[in-house]
Every structure is written in structure tokens, then in C-alpha cells.
């Protein structure tokens, strides 16, 4: 009897062991497959690290060759339109005619000579310093201040041995003023004049801007009352041509 239950307890392990070997076969299966493919994602990672790491230590063409006079050039100089510019021509610019058009275009193209040939003969300018002073030039001009008075600065800045993002803070400057409405001639004074007093960089733009902010809050004040005087004299007018109600009976 012991020897019967005993075989029959052997044929239930045995027929346990035949039924379970399959799933257990699948189950390693599955975990192979699940360590293949999480090694092989692991490694189209590092793949993609490397390429990634590889364009980083490779600088692109348009970041090749660039040097210290190429990192001085003014931001937006090989791409067109310069950054700050509103308008690439000067207000009004519609109602020239072709010959108005013409002769600005000429006179830029003059100004631009000049100052080129001012910076050449001080010899203390870079061709990227020059190229930021033509640049503080076409800004100016292209916001409506006269090209004359923006060369007379800029020219008068390279003599003074302002560098080229200095002159265009100041152009900058100018052309804010003129923007709002301002009158470039009393401004373009007020520079010079604080340019033959020695000043420069952030304190000679610092002082531009203020001129103009202060100039601009008068001009609005005196529209304002402009405006404000003509209406009363309208008023005055009006209430002069209405009739009182006892005329109506004469």
C-alpha cells in the first residue's frame, strides 16, 4: 500500500513538472527577449549621446571662422534688414519720386565713404569698427534724421576714438528721438555738444536718451494745450453765432 501512494504521489510531481515546463520556457523566452531589447535600446541610446555629442564638438559652417573682429561686427550685419532698424527707408519714403530716391540713396553711399575714409586715415579703427560705425549711420538716416547730421556725428565719434557699438548706441539714440517727433537739428547740437565734452559709451547714450525723453514729454505738453486752446476758441466761436432766445422774436 506504501508503495502504491508513493508512485502515485511520483506521477502527480512528474505530470506537475510535464505541465509547467512550457510556461516556464515562455516565461525565460519573454525575459530574454525583454533583456534583448532593453540592451538594444540602451545602446541606440549611447548611439544617439555620441551623435549628439559629436555635432556639439563640430561647430557648424556659419559658426566657423569667426574670429575676434567677426565677434565685434554689429548683431544683424550679414542678414539684411539690422536689428533695431524699424523701416529700411525713411519715413515718407512713398511719396518720393524716383529722382528724390536716387539722390538719398547717392548721399548715403557718399556719407558711408566718408566715414570709412575718417576711420582709415585715424588708423585706430578695425574694418568691423567701421563696418558698426556704417552701420550707426544707416540707422540714423533710415529714422528720419538728416543723413548730413548723423555723418557729422559719426564722423565727429570716430575722431574722438568712440568705438563702433558706442557710435550706434548713439545713433540709436538719435533715432528714437526722431521717431517721436522730435526736431533733429537742436538734437544733433546737443550731441556734439556733449560729445566735445568727453563723453561716451552708456553715459553719452544715457544722456541722449534722457534729452530726448524730456524733449518729447515737452512736445506732448505743448500739443496737448495746442489742442486745448483750439477747442475753447471753437467753443467761443460756436456760442458767438448761436442766437439767444429772445432774438428769434426780432
Same mark, same amino acid.
Given at each position: 500500500?506504501?508503495?502504491?501512494?508513493?508512485?502515485?504521489?511520483?506521477?502527480?510531481?512528474?505530470?506537475?513538472?510535464?505541465? @509547467?515546463?512550457?510556461? #516556464?520556457?515562455? +516565461?525565460?523566452?519573454? $525575459?530574454?527577449?525583454? %533583456?534583448?531589447?532593453? *540592451? &538594444?535600446? !540602451?545602446?541606440?541610446?549611447?548611439?544617439?549621446?555620441?551623435?549628439?555629442?559629436?555635432?556639439?564638438?563640430?561647430? @557648424?559652417?556659419?559658426? #566657423?571662422?569667426? +574670429?575676434?573682429?567677426? $565677434?565685434?561686427?554689429? %548683431?544683424?550685419?550679414? *542678414? &539684411?534688414? !539690422?536689428?533695431?532698424?524699424?523701416?529700411?527707408?525713411?519715413?515718407?519714403?512713398?511719396?518720393?519720386?524716383?529722382?528724390?530716391?536716387?539722390?538719398?540713396?547717392?548721399?548715403?553711399?557718399?556719407?558711408?565713404?566718408?566715414?570709412?575714409?575718417?576711420?582709415?586715415?585715424?588708423?585706430?579703427?578695425?574694418?568691423?569698427?567701421?563696418?558698426?560705425?556704417?552701420?550707426?549711420?544707416?540707422?540714423?538716416?533710415?529714422?528720419?534724421?538728416?543723413?548730413?547730421?548723423?555723418?557729422?556725428?559719426?564722423?565727429?565719434?570716430?575722431?574722438?576714438?568712440?568705438?563702433?557699438?558706442?557710435?550706434?548706441?548713439?545713433?540709436?539714440?538719435?533715432?528714437?528721438?526722431?521717431?517721436?517727433?522730435?526736431?533733429?537739428?537742436?538734437?544733433?547740437?546737443?550731441?556734439?555738444?556733449?560729445?566735445?565734452?568727453?563723453?561716451?559709451?552708456?553715459?553719452?547714450?544715457?544722456?541722449?536718451?534722457?534729452?530726448?525723453?524730456?524733449?518729447?514729454?515737452?512736445?506732448?505738453?505743448?500739443?496737448?494745450?495746442?489742442?486745448?486752446?483750439?477747442?475753447?476758441?471753437?467753443?467761443?466761436?460756436?456760442?458767438?453765432?448761436?442766437?439767444?432766445?429772445?432774438?428769434?422774436?426780432?
Amino acid at each position: 500500500m506504501k508503495n502504491i501512494k508513493w508512485l502515485l504521489g511520483l506521477a502527480v510531481v512528474a505530470g506537475l513538472l510535464i505541465s @509547467g515546463s512550457p510556461a #516556464m520556457a515562455q +516565461g525565460q523566452g519573454q $525575459k530574454g527577449k525583454t %533583456a534583448e531589447k532593453q *540592451k &538594444g535600446e !540602451k545602446k541606440g541610446r549611447m548611439g544617439e549621446g555620441q551623435g549628439q555629442k559629436g555635432q556639439q564638438g563640430h561647430p @557648424g559652417q556659419e559658426q #566657423m571662422g569667426k +574670429g575676434k573682429h567677426d $565677434k565685434e561686427r554689429p %548683431a544683424g550685419w550679414d *542678414k &539684411g534688414k !539690422k536689428e533695431g532698424w524699424e523701416s529700411d527707408v525713411p519715413p515718407g519714403w512713398e511719396k518720393w519720386d524716383e529722382a528724390q530716391k536716387a539722390k538719398w540713396q547717392s548721399d548715403l553711399d557718399d556719407a558711408r565713404e566718408k566715414v570709412r575714409a575718417k576711420g582709415k586715415a585715424g588708423k585706430k579703427h578695425s574694418k568691423s569698427q567701421l563696418d558698426s560705425a556704417c552701420v550707426a549711420l544707416d540707422e540714423g538716416v533710415r529714422a528720419g534724421v538728416p543723413i548730413e547730421e548723423v555723418s557729422g556725428v559719426i564722423e565727429k565719434g570716430i575722431g574722438k576714438g568712440l568705438k563702433g557699438r558706442e557710435m550706434q548706441a548713439t545713433a540709436r539714440a538719435m533715432a528714437d528721438g526722431a521717431r517721436k517727433g522730435i526736431e533733429t537739428a537742436p538734437m544733433t547740437t546737443f550731441v556734439h555738444q556733449k560729445l566735445d565734452e568727453g563723453l561716451r559709451g552708456e553715459a553719452l547714450s544715457a544722456q541722449i536718451e534722457a534729452e530726448v525723453e524730456r524733449r518729447h514729454a515737452e512736445k506732448v505738453k505743448n500739443e496737448e494745450m495746442a489742442a486745448q486752446q483750439a477747442q475753447e476758441a471753437l467753443e467761443r466761436e460756436q456760442a458767438a453765432k448761436a442766437k439767444k432766445w429772445w432774438q428769434f422774436w426780432k
